[in-house]
């Protein structure tokens, strides 16, 4: 045996069989050019010989009699496709192995698997935007929309940006009206659109075991609700960044509500489910804690106000007679109302929150890797020549975009570069992803 048998270049049995460089390039029955070598046993290019054998991934000889196994991986034998890879990889269910400089005949390498170092979390933001469309923080043009039926505006009114028959406007709240024994509305108990807003309301928000909205230490038998549509919430509704503007009778006085989270330095408590929502603005505080007007749930981006004081403080004038009232159309009524009459900052100000994960994604393409092109172009002829004969040699591609794939091979997700970048065996590219959650 050789002094580089099975480590260095060697191979079966050949003319220099025993040598310094016995059983090696030159080899006879069980070798082959670098065959059973260093380059056949651990990484596999051109592992084996003539014909049988060479267990390796990336071998571009086919196996040989005495031809050496990879341990790089155990898939196939003699030239393994990219194919026979992914037969594998589902199989076992793994994350496909496949070394750096891989190809198969020219059609470029497809995967790199991802490693520890590659993947980097990055932590959770807090970001908070304009509650309206178009990332707006306050809304001054208030519309009921014209596609509700009377039976639904019966229940609640939904309120968009704009006319609702330009396609541009959208949606951004609803407004209801909830009594807890049907008033307000037409119907007998149960049966009446108020009791049936109340009962949803009292379920949705309300423990259990709690029947009645409930605050100043006394039960709300009815309530104005404000619930801010889904599309516009993100997350939550951002506490400590909100002000509801309610014009009085004839519009010679205003309610300014807000709540008493205290939030406006951004650094709330994602936890917390409910606030008091008292008197105050956003440019001056809190005016009056003391005196509750109804609590706000960020979470569901619900305002729920008590009927009773806001016909004290803001002249709404609720009717609770046993017919169809529309109450809620009294809370449009001084929403639109402020913004209209009293001038700026009297619109309806609020912000939305959301909490964004980032992972960071680390694509490395070494020197070796991603010169060819799976393009059909980018060879010719039955034997899969290179179309360019400048590219022989000397391949090159231009990369475009990095997919990310799952351990099946399905793309999850496509990362778009500015331009172009060129990529030859004389450079390496490291692209960082971030990926938002």
Request: hydrophobic fraction near 30%.
């Amino acid at each position: 045996m050789a002094l580089f048998n099975r480590s260095g270049f060697g191979g079966g049995i050949g003319p220099f069989n025993d040598s310094l460089y016995g059983d090696s390039y030159y080899g006879g029955y069980g070798g082959g050019p670098m065959g059973g070598g260093l380059f056949g046993d651990y990484i596999g290019i051109n592992g084996g010989g003539a014909s049988n054998g060479g267990r390796t991934v990336l071998t571009d000889v086919g196996g040989g009699t005495g031809g050496g196994s990879t341990s790089v991986t155990n898939v196939g034998s003699g030239n393994t496709s990219v194919g026979d890879i992914t037969a594998g990889d589902n199989n076992t269910d793994d994350t496909p192995v496949i070394g750096a400089g891989a190809y198969d005949f020219g059609s470029g390498k497809v995967y790199t698997a991802f490693t520890n170092e590659d993947v980097v979390e990055g932590g959770t933001k807090r970001i908070t935007r304009g509650l309206w469309s178009g990332n707006s923080g306050e809304l001054t043009v208030f519309h009921t929309s014209s596609f509700q039926s009377n039976t639904q505006k019966a229940y609640y009114y939904e309120i968009y940006n704009g006319l609702p028959s330009v396609s541009t406007n959208e949606p951004q709240f609803s407004i209801a009206y909830g009594h807890y024994a049907g008033s307000g509305s037409a119907g007998t108990n149960e049966d009446s659109p108020s009791s049936a807003i109340y009962s949803q309301l009292q379920q949705v928000l309300l423990p259990a075991n709690q029947k009645f909205f409930r605050w100043n230490d006394t039960n709300q038998d009815d309530v104005y609700a404000i619930a801010v549509n889904r599309a516009r919430l993100k997350d939550r509704l951002d506490p400590g960044n909100w002000e509801l503007c309610l014009s009085g009778s004839g519009g010679n006085s205003m309610l300014r509500l807000i709540d008493d989270s205290g939030d406006r330095d951004q650094s709330g408590n994602s936890r917390q489910t409910k606030y008091n929502i008292v008197s105050g603005s956003l440019l001056n505080g809190i005016q009056n804690s003391s005196r509750i007007f109804g609590e706000v749930y960020p979470q569901h981006g619900i305002i729920v106000l008590g009927a009773a004081l806001l016909d004290t403080s803001a002249s709404l004038g609720t009717v609770r007679t046993q017919a169809d009232n529309q109450n809620h159309n009294r809370l449009f009524t001084a929403i639109s109302g402020a913004a209209a009459n009293l001038g700026a900052a009297n619109g309806f100000q609020a912000r939305n929150e959301e909490e964004i994960k980032s992972t960071f994604y680390f694509v490395r393409a070494k020197n070796s890797e991603y010169n060819f092109s799976n393009n059909p172009t980018y060879v010719s002829g039955s034997e899969g020549k290179i179309s360019q004969t400048t590219f022989i040699g000397d391949p090159k591609t231009y990369i475009t975009s990095v997919g990310l794939y799952n351990n099946d091979n399905e793309l999850l997700a496509i990362a778009k570069l500015s331009k172009p970048i060129l990529k030859s065996f004389s450079n390496e590219i490291l692209v960082k992803v971030k990926l938002d959650f």
